[in-house]
């Protein structure tokens, strides 16, 4: 027989013996106990959608480590993102275009790590002819093997690096995120990587909606973004990672602008 807590035994007796007296008292036909699904629970899906938003935010900003991934659509162009971030800068890798990059940002300073074919489409296209890719591919093809595999520095003034930084700014990031757009409201209890959630959502959804964990802290867990514009999940709260400069001889100064795809 499986043992029972004796707190949840007593529930449990009493509430079999009410339910035995309605029945035979009062001629019903059943009884059954309806659980509380916030029973053991951090209790913020007894909260209204706005505060749970509120301390959802408190929440994550109240660790300094998180990991990202999943895809945001800006500009009309889908990047796919695993990154794991900090105060001090952030780390991981982004797809776009069918191109994979690793960025890495150590206090002011941003890199771009990529692979030849990345470099060649950027410069014009490496192995091109000249009337394909308006250019001279065997020296394109060189300027993109000096490139790949190294920590390529972003200038600070370069339009990339305005871009790339903002999927490295772990509170710049996070407060453009958690935001629903329109009226929010709750929408029942869900589950989310093995995790108890409740789901809050902007205009019935379609101002997206946000899995917020009932479990310990309430972190943000899944976030479906308005307008289509992408899906992302939270994972790591307050795990720690390394972050720190690349080695001189993995590091390339670009010194002007990079070329761009």
Known sequence: ???????????????????????????????????????????????????IQKRTRTAARSVDTVRLHGNVVTSGRTYTLDMRLKPEGGIGSVTAGGQTFRLLKVGDELFLKADAEFWGQAEGGAGRDDAEGGGDGASDAAAAGKLAEKYVKVPAGDPSYKKFTGFTDKDVLLDGLLTLHGALATDGHHEQGGVRTVRITGDKGSGGTLDVSLEGKPYPLRLVRAGKAGTLTFSAWGTDFALEQPAEDETLDYGGQLPTS
């Not at 035995?20 to 001629?27: A, F, N, Q, S, Y």
């Open 1 to 51: 027989m499986t043992p029972i807590s004796p707190g949840r035994s007593r529930t449990a007796v009493l509430a079999s013996a009410v339910c035995v007296l309605l029945v035979t008292g009062m001629g019903l036909t059943g009884c059954s106990e309806e659980a509380d699904p916030n029973e053991g629970t951090n209790g913020v899906g007894r909260l209204s959608a706005a505060e």
